[in-house]
């Protein structure tokens, strides 16, 4: 993947180095030389006569030289055939080995405080002169690429650059906004229904009957088995429960929202043959199939 076309300030001073490479790549490439060359050597000591394995034997040398390796191997790379490659994932090449050397140095320095421990519990010291010499060549690496830029002379490899549009990994972060709220629906729970008296149900308790207040209508009496009960007038709203799902529709017929069996649906007017129902929302409806509904 490649940036952009490879231009040259004009008005920049000559940078000099050793063939096609810079100062520092060949610092660089000097340095990974040599704690390549190191990294063979045991890294442990269990005594005079005894001694541990090299890194590589397991998969310390992965973090510890291998990915130090693929990092100068990319910046000779860049050098000997320009269009290849440009970036590693979101990580321009310079970007990719400051983090190959950093991650590297650490590591060592862990393995070196590892022995600090050992010999702090157990009187011996386990790490060779090698975590040694390759924390120091790591720690080189380190300044040659995270701090390369404030360096006097190989600070000239970063000076100069050609801006080029960045990649879409290296572009701004666009803003995240808030989700816009939007309500929803929910169904009301309301007391089950008192059940009144009828012909099929005689035993059912009786609601206590209250006095209509001043200037309010007093509401139809219906006389079932002897016993009076207060029905709602015409005018009076009150809770429907449907047996099924149906449509609730506007003046034309169209359909506006639908009612079931799981919520109860408030009537504001009943017309005999019909329901007048509000939503939650606000708007009004008509009920058109009234059989089988349960008053509330």
């Given at each position: 993947m490649t940036d952009g076309p490879d231009g040259i300030d004009e008005s920049a001073p000559p940078q000099y180095g050793v063939g096609p490479f810079s100062v520092r790549e060949m610092a660089l490439a000097g340095i990974w030389l040599v704690a390549f060359v190191?990294?063979?050597?045991?890294?442990?000591?269990?005594?005079?006569?005894?001694?541990?394995?090299?890194?590589?034997?397991?998969?310390?040398?992965?973090?510890?030289?291998?990915?130090?390796?693929?990092?100068?191997?990319?910046?000779?790379?860049?050098?000997?055939?320009?269009?290849?490659?440009?970036?590693?994932?979101?990580?321009?090449?310079?970007?990719?080995a400051s983090v190959a050397f950093s991650v590297s140095a650490i590591i060592?320095?862990?393995?070196?405080?590892?022995?600090?421990?050992?010999?702090?519990a157990a009187g011996v010291f386990l790490a060779?002169?090698?975590?040694?010499?390759?924390?120091?060549?790591?720690?080189a690496g380190v300044v040659l690429t995270v701090f390369a830029p404030l360096l006097p002379?190989?600070?000239?490899?970063?000076?100069?650059?050609?801006e080029v549009p960045a990649h879409r990994y290296a572009r701004p972060a666009r803003p995240v906004v808030a989700r816009p709220v939007v309500a929803r629906p929910t169904a009301h729970t309301v007391p089950s229904p008192v059940p009144i008296a009828t012909e099929a149900n005689p035993f059912a308790p009786q609601s206590p009957q209250?006095?209509?207040?001043?200037?309010?209508?007093?509401?139809?009496?219906?006389?079932?088995?002897?016993?009076q009960t207060t029905a709602p007038a015409a005018s009076q709203a009150f809770w429907a429960l449907v047996p099924v799902e149906r449509d609730v529709v506007d003046e034309s017929g169209a359909p506006l929202f639908r009612i079931g069996p799981t919520a109860w649906a408030l009537v504001i007017e009943d017309r005999g043959d019909s329901f007048v129902l509000r939503h939650?929302?606000?708007?009004?409806?008509?009920?058109?199939?009234?059989s089988g509904v349960t008053r509330g």
């Open positions: 190191v990294s063979f050597f045991p890294i442990y000591s269990y005594g005079s006569s005894s001694w541990g394995t090299s890194v590589w034997t397991g998969i310390d040398w992965l973090l510890t030289i291998g990915v130090p390796t693929v990092a100068v191997f990319l910046l000779g790379l860049r050098r000997l055939s320009p269009q290849g490659i440009r970036r590693v994932g979101s990580l321009g090449i310079d970007q990719f060592w320095l862990g393995i070196l405080w590892s022995s600090f421990v050992s010999a702090s060779t002169w090698v975590v040694w010499v390759e924390l120091i060549l790591m720690l002379t190989i600070g000239d490899d970063f000076r100069y650059r050609t209250t006095a209509p207040a001043a200037g309010e209508k007093p509401a139809a009496e219906t006389t079932v088995l002897g016993q939650e929302d606000g708007r009004i409806g008509y009920l058109r199939d009234v």
